[in-house]
């Protein structure tokens, strides 16, 4: 049987998370779609929309261009919308599940604009059918490609922060938060990923000593770093006194011996029969983390998206549909997660909302709660 | 180079009729107040929205249900690429919505099922899949629905498909009510201090609206009307649908703002409802009355408009000149039939009239073609292209007709002169009118 749900929502697609780790960057990003992919992007996914100045359209495809495979109109609208800018740093295209059907091919409409514009191109291989996670992913791995440079000298001390969108982190403060303890810790900023950071400081990432992985969607990232420039990556997010303060000597560890670690899966034991924490993985381990640190309260991880993306400790679990979370959650003593799971967690239990921008979206923004470091005492609610 | 909205826009003296900007990438401007597909389907009383699309897809649709407070009627069912290459397509669905409907808790009276473009283009088998959900749901009705934006040029809209589709479980009765009518397609419940509606009741008329249903049962009572209405044009489908289907009369009375249309459009009413047509004197000056108010208390304070704030935008934009009023711009891309006599006429006797783009790329960055000035918004886009907290909130013509419409725009645009309104907060609510978390 499919994925489907009677009353629960899904998580925001890959082409929201490249919309969304590209925004504050100064590039053009295009979606290759008919319409609603950026209504909804900019509603319900980016709470900068608004304010913000980031340049994300979609392609307005018709049936008859995907009939007759009329990829120069795209070229075309591309090409003059840069001209019209005039500003863009860069231009990221990518698809969404039309463009899937008669197969695209990002890769040559890239060259092809890259050519007319002489501006870098960055093909996605989006189809609107996978999740955000997939969407960061990939996008953060093609622009560290294009844009980071090799001649960089490394700098002690020095911590990318990778994985940080709206969509994870929403706009109440968290990153700013992460950015702040770093400080506090002893380290400095060198860029993050990416909010907050210009594109020239991104280029720049190779003179890190260690990355902080924040998100999932940066796992890839980190990876990637770690491949070419041999930056380690540590995995984890400041959640919590005790958590935060492991984290930040796993940063230092990292920068001493080059290796990479997950402290969010590595300093908790985890408890198949404990609250469920449902969300993001790094996230949430976190946030588990936190709980058995601070409150003896081992948790169990539950992972609604896909496995490929996502980390995995001893007894959490991937609950792909609203089946699987239903059955969990019923055998659950407590659930946290984001309120719009409430509907599925059996009258009686305990349940503590935590809103997720990429699976509520704006709904529930007022609520958004910043757990990072000792606010996470005042922040979460008693269990 | 980013240029302001000005440099982008054309006097509608030198403007190409109906699309007056070439397509090019789209910008979404953040005024969230028109209906979608998944406002206009809750209109059903008793019915459920199954979506099975792609995750990009659902995504919209379930956040309009969730900020609605309406998960309780939205389901879905994700397909993914192997859909597509193992003949799975059909079954998909079928069993899909089968295991949907076992699972909810109160069986619903009637199922919305929504495809989308992916599976049209794929040739799905929409026929068979209700033929099979029908006889295992025998007391449900389905209704077939689409969310295909790729084919929005090429036939019904998504939105004209799903205003049709409203009215789609209605059935022919055994005899029609020859004093019952329905208006249909509209958003919102009609304002009923609008003349036409004690004209008609007065003469024993009941006239019926889908967002005054409660329940499936009355919704059914539309099917006894022997006449149907439509307002806005994107209707006009499903009243042609239905006069094909069920043999009601359909007449698409357009909501316009000139004296002469309305006026015609009452005469073809009475002509169909065999009424005489009664002494409209006092609306109509009370109509002109507000406008010469307005027009007085705004004086020239420059007026925009943006082509969401009513169905005939053209049309109030004359109104609204002919009084003395200054408007100095209207938002749209594009115009759709009906406003071709506006059009020619602006287009002779205001041909300075500015007419910018509001999906163009360089609507990304509005400021740069703000004046300082005091202006005066009609629309929520027009409020957020130039950023004036005075605006009148008006989303697709909201349920105001006739001369007594006009007079409460003016009324609107009055109160919108005097008191400023929170401009993120209010145009971020998503479907106007609708309830929501927010």
């Known amino acids: ?383 | 180079m980013k240029r302001g909205f000005d440099a982008l826009s054309l006097p509608i003296g030198r403007a190409e009729f109906p699309q007056v900007f070439p397509a090019g990438l789209e910008f979404s401007p953040p005024a969230r107040g028109m209906w979608n597909i998944v406002h206009t389907s809750m209109l059903l009383p008793e019915s459920h929205q199954i979506y099975v699309c792609a995750r990009g897809c659902l995504r919209g649709v379930i956040l309009t249900a969730a900020e609605m407070n309406a998960m309780d009627r939205m389901s879905w069912v994700s397909v993914d690429e192997s859909d597509f290459f193992d003949s799975s397509m059909e079954s998909c669905v079928i069993d899909g919505v089968t295991e949907i409907l076992h699972k909810l808790p109160r069986r619903p009276r009637a199922v919305w099922v929504y495809l989308s473009c992916i599976q049209l283009f794929a040739g799905v088998d929409f026929s068979q899949i209700l033929r099979e959900l029908r006889s295992r749901f025998p007391g449900v009705v389905f209704i077939d629905a689409l969310m295909h934006p790729t084919m929005r040029k090429s036939g019904l809209t998504p939105d004209q498909f799903t205003r049709r589709q409203l009215f789609a479980a209605l059935e022919a009765p055994a005899k029609f009510d020859r004093y019952s009518v329905n208006l249909l397609g509209s958003d919102f419940p009609a304002d009923r201090e609008c003349e036409l509606f004690p004209w008609v009741e007065h003469a024993g008329f009941t006239c019926r609206e889908i967002t005054r249903c409660r329940t499936f049962d009355e919704y059914l009572e539309m099917g006894r009307s022997f006449l149907n209405f439509t307002w806005i044009p994107q209707a006009a489908a499903a009243g042609d649908a239905l006069q094909s289907r069920l043999g009601q009369k359909h007449l698409h009375l357009p909501m316009c703002y000139g004296e002469e249309e309305i006026e015609g459009n009452y005469r073809t009413l009475a002509g169909a409802l065999d009424l005489a047509f009664p002494d409209f004197s006092a609306e109509k000056e009370d109509a002109r009355a507000a406008l010469a108010e307005l027009r007085r208390e705004i004086g020239e304070t420059p007026v925009v408009l943006d082509y969401t704030a009513a169905p005939r935008i053209l049309s109030l934009a004359r109104r609204l000149l002919e009084a003395g009023i200054r408007v100095e711009r209207i938002f749209a891309d594009s115009f759709i039939p009906g406003d071709r006599a506006d059009f020619e006429f602006l287009r002779e006797r205001f041909p300075e009239l500015r007419i910018t783009p509001t999906l163009h790329v360089s609507m990304r960055f509005p400021e740069e073609g703000r004046g300082s000035g005091k202006c005066l918004a009609v629309g929520q886009k027009a409020a957020f292209f130039t950023g004036t907290p005075h605006f009148a909130d008006l989303v697709w013509g909201r349920g105001f007709y006739g001369f007594d419409g006009v007079r409460k725009i003016a009324g609107l645009l009055a109160d919108a002169f005097r008191a400023p309104k929170e401009l993120p907060q209010t145009i971020r609510h998503k479907g106007w009118g609708c309830e929501s978390c927010l």
Not at chain 1, 162 to 180: H, K, R
Not at chain 1, 214 to 229: D, K, N, Q, V
Not at chain 1, 345 to 373: D, Q, Y
């Open chain 1, 1 to 383: 049987m499919k994925a489907l749900s009677t009353v629960i929502s899904i998580h925001s697609s890959d082409t929201a998370g490249v919309c969304s780790a590209l925004y504050e960057l100064g590039g053009m990003t295009v979606v290759h779609d008919a319409s609603g992919c950026n209504s909804t992007y900019a509603t319900h996914d980016e709470p900068r929309w608004y304010e913000g100045n980031g340049m994300v359209y979609i392609s307005a495809l018709t049936e008859a261009e995907a009939i007759m495979g009329d990829d120069d109109a795209f070229v075309t609208r591309v090409v003059r919308a840069a001209e019209d800018l005039g500003t863009c740093r860069f231009i990221a295209i990518c698809g969404s599940p039309m463009p899937m059907m008669v197969g695209t091919d990002f890769d040559a409409l890239a060259k092809i604009i890259a050519e007319r514009t002489s501006l870098p191109v960055i093909p996605l291989h989006t189809n609107g059918m996978r999740s955000y996670l997939a969407g960061m992913a990939e996008s953060f791995t093609a622009l560290a490609e294009r844009f980071c440079r090799e001649d960089v000298q490394k700098c002690p001390g020095t911590v990318n922060v990778l994985g940080a969108t709206p969509l994870d982190f929403s706009v109440n403060g968290q990153v700013e938060s992460i950015c702040s303890w770093l400080r506090e810790e002893g380290f400095r900023v060198r860029s993050c990923w990416a909010m907050g950071s210009s594109l020239d400081e991104l280029s720049l990432a190779a003179g890190a000593e260690v990355d902080l992985v924040i998100s999932s969607g940066a796992l890839a990232l980190g990876a990637y770093f770690e491949r070419r420039f041999g930056i380690p990556f540590v995995a984890g997010v400041p959640v919590g006194e005790k958590f935060a303060a492991f984290l930040a000597e796993a940063l230092r560890e990292a920068a001493r011996s080059g290796r990479s670690s997950r402290p969010c899966l590595d300093c908790r034991r985890g408890d198949p029969a404990g609250p469920g924490v449902i969300g993001e993985t790094v996230m949430s381990a976190s946030i588990a983390c936190a709980l058995e640190l601070e409150r003896a309260l081992p948790c169990r991880v539950l992972d609604p998206l896909e496995p490929e993306f996502g980390l995995r400790g001893p007894g959490d679990l991937s609950v792909p549909d609203e089946a699987a979370v239903a059955s969990v959650f019923a055998g659950a003593p407590a659930v946290i997660g984001d309120p719009l799971y409430r509907p599925v967690v059996p009258a009686g239990t305990p349940f503590i909302a935590l809103p997720h921008e990429a699976f509520s979206g704006r709904c529930f923004r007022k609520g958004m709660k910043n757990l990072i470091g000792r606010n996470f005492a005042k922040e979460f609610p008693s269990c």
